[in-house]
């Protein structure tokens, strides 16, 4: 069965933008793998996010950061969910590769003044008291404060303390990380929930706990440093 042959009827059905920027950009990239980044555990993982974001913070923000941001799924996900109001949406990965499968699979808000923006940088080196990027061979440039910023990643940020300790004091977070320590890239995993918590150190824990899978679990904090 050719997916690509069947997907205009589903796309019409569910009327999702979402859907139908994944198979733009797979049509776009095909040697791209996307087998990881749309897993079923990634996209649950997600959902649990966008879900209690909402509980926790509402439905109103300015502009969202998402770190390690990878294909640009969350936000993705985010913009897709009408439910949540928001400015501008921005991804960060530090694998230049990502930068423009993220952009298309965010197509519409791209085009559309850079309502979405992906950018490549290593998250090591901002100032987060206001975030500037640049792209495009240095010929354009954003320098905006973030209201929220997600890290869905940590297990992947080998020096977390420097990063975490690079954040402004009251600033909004949603970190997610796991204790998957199989994986050659999970370089800073957490044993536990209350693990992950010491590790944070937020100064203030609005929502924590824990979504199990078979082979790992995922911890999630939401909260402000």
């Given at each position: 069965?050719?997916?690509?042959k069947?997907s ?8 999702s933008?979402f ?6 950009t797979a049509?776009?990239f095909?040697k ?10 990634q996209?649950?993982?997600k959902?649990?996010l ?25 936000p ?7 439910n949540?109001n ?30 979405f ?5 290593d998250?090591?080196?901002l100032s ?11 010929k354009?440039?954003i ?10 990643s940590?297990e ?9 300790s ?6 909004k ?21 209350d693990?992950?918590i010491d ?12 979504l ?14």
């Open positions: 069965m050719d997916y690509f069947i205009p009827g589903i796309e019409e059905y569910t009327k933008q859907l139908i920027n994944f198979r733009k049509q776009r095909p791209i793998d996307f087998s990881d980044s749309l897993s079923r555990n996209i649950k993982s959902s649990w966008i879900n209690e974001m909402t509980n926790t913070f509402g439905r109103d923000f300015e502009n969202i950061f998402v770190l390690c941001g990878w294909h640009g799924v969350l993705a996900m985010i913009a897709d969910n009408p949540i928001f400015k501008t949406l921005r991804s960060i990965d530090i694998d230049p590769s990502c930068e423009k499968i993220a952009d298309s699979m965010n197509n519409e808000l791209f085009k559309n003044k850079w309502r923006k992906a950018f490549t940088a998250i090591l080196n987060y008291q206001q975030i500037s990027l640049t792209t495009e061979g240095n354009k440039k320098n905006e404060k973030a209201d929220l910023i997600i890290n869905t940590c992947h940020i080998a020096d977390f303390n420097k990063w975490i690079l954040l402004p004091k009251g600033q977070v949603i970190l997610q990380s796991n204790n998957y320590d199989l994986h050659a890239q999970h370089t800073n995993c957490s044993d536990s929930l693990d992950f590790q944070c150190n937020l100064t203030k824990v609005i929502y924590k706990s824990t199990p899978f078979d082979d790992y679990d995922r911890y999630m904090l939401i909260g402000q440093v």
